[in-house]
């Protein structure tokens, strides 16, 4: 019975991937003048990063809560495909402002500023770091299935696959699209039969196993106390978290699609396999009769031996450490394309040659530097690694979901944006991220100190780089001044002066007198300065300070040298929905109280027909 529905799968994969490979641009297609990607080819090739979770995950939260790992990994699942919907609605901004790739470093550089999201870029590289490092450990963990291999010969045998997957990078041979298909076909294979063979195998044991990992999760999440609930549901979350590393690649690669729409479509991919074989595997491998101590390394691989004998776990073992040492090259690429981008935005040019085979090899050796400085610090431990590598994870998450809300709270929908996500539920899940990550970092002390130290590290060269090589230094040295302003309207003979703020799109209406100066403010980061139409239009930048307190600073000055004019100060009539952007609700607010701080100032809030016909037209 177990060969005959065995053959039928292996004929309908057969069927169904001979069908896939002759549909044309399965995985790739030409349009405009380059090569894109389709969301398949990015889905599989994010899929091969997440799938290498599954050797190792299942053991690590097993060790931690124990049968509960085969409730929460499901439940984690579910939570990450909520985290997967904000990311792709953080990948049509990001498409909306020009800013194709880069991931959680370029969405944190559009909200927060240059130097906050070097935290970001700290934050992805020890993800990467960690990639490699635990990756390579797991595949000669995995490897040594069958073999007895002491502990320096398992270290130099790590050291030795993160310094060859770097000479092959450094030689210009990556993986592609078609070649991680193939890989992809393969893992198929081994994985659903394995599956199929673990559903084949359960017995009354792994049905009670089961059973009473649901019953003990009942009762840790309902003790009487709602603090204690929360705490038990954070602390199991946070030690399953890292089965769905690898879920924000695919924003990271961005930029290899035509649209935010092929994200949403890989997003979707990745919740219908991985998302759902992760839970089923990790529930049929901690449900079976193991010893998970003794089979920490190797736990997928002696359960595959245990299932269908030595040839087959043989089989998941070559599996394993062939498409975690894929995971390897991963981080290596991952990583030089971030470094590329951050070393291009802040003139690193030296860093970024390239070599006769067009590899940043610099970058790789850099990088396979760091991987063994951080093997050597935690002499191979996958324990270890672990815990760094869901702290460094979750603050990605932190960092992404806490932009998202700062993003929406300041802009709404007003840009035109269709796909959006319920923020209550965004605040939920940054307040369930922070949670873990708080969690974590209180557990796991050395941990911590390891992952802090390497953040801390990247993050001081961040601020030095931040402050002397800023992009928007230029943008800012464009623009113009309080003090020019000021000079400006002294120099009229009229009484009367008028301030008017208007947006950038609202600049062309104004009116060409010596009394009048209008105020565009500007992000330097979004867009750049805009266009100066007259002689009495006035760019300032906004920077570290709010919008408010850059208003009530210029008018404290024109209030101190223009006391004796009388002097009107006007502003557009806010259009926005106050629900959707609730900045502008404060912001309205806090105009309410410019009265009584400046008696002697006439203020207006004017509706123009025009300026409003102008800017929606511009944003169409």
Known sequence: MKFLILSLLNVGLFATFFYLLRKPNLLSYHRGGRLWLTFLAVGVITLMDEFTSIFYVPAEAYRFIGLNAIIFIAITSLLVRFISTRLTEIAEILERHDLIGGGVYSFSYLVLGPMVSFVAVASIMVDYILTACI??????SNAASFFSISQPTILVMVLGIIWAVAALNILGIK???????????????????LVTSGLLHVDAWSLGQIKMAAQQTART??????????????????FCILAYSGVESVLQTAGLLRSWKEIKKAYWFLALTVGLMTPLVSALVLSSRIDFKAHEGDLITYYATQLNGVPFGMAVATLASFTLTLAVNTAYVASSELM??????YGFHWLIATNRRQSLYRIHICSAS????????TMGSQAELANMYALGLLASFCINMGCLILYRYFMGKSEGITYSTNRLVTLILFIILVSCFVFLAIDKPRATMLWATVTGVMLLLGFIISKKRSPEL???????TEMEMLLYLAESEQEDLHLFFRRSTETDQAQYKDNEAYITFYSPRVGGIPPKLAPNHFRLPLTKISLYHRLVGILRVMEYEMGDRKVTVHFGWPLSSWLDRMSIGVMVFNLMKLPRLFPKFHFEIQYNENLSAFRSKKQT
């Not at 993986?175 to 298909?181: G, I, L």
């Not at 999440?221 to 946070?238: D, E, K, L, P, R």
């Not at 590329?340 to 935005?345: D, I, N, Q």
């Not at 760091?370 to 610090?377: E, M, P, R, Y």
């Open 135 to 140: 990756s390579a450990v797991s595949a000669v």
């Open 175 to 193: 993986e592609n699209a078609r070649f991680t298909f193939m890989i992809f076909i393969g893992a198929a294979f081994i994985l659903l039969n």
């Open 221 to 238: 999440v309902t003790t009487g106390s709602i603090m204690h609930n929360y705490g038990n549901f954070i602390s199991s979350t946070a």
């Open 340 to 345: 590329e981008r951050v070393a291009h935005r």
């Open 370 to 377: 760091f991987f063994s400085i951080i093997i050597f610090l």
């Open 474 to 480: 230029k943008e800012i040295e464009q623009g113009e």
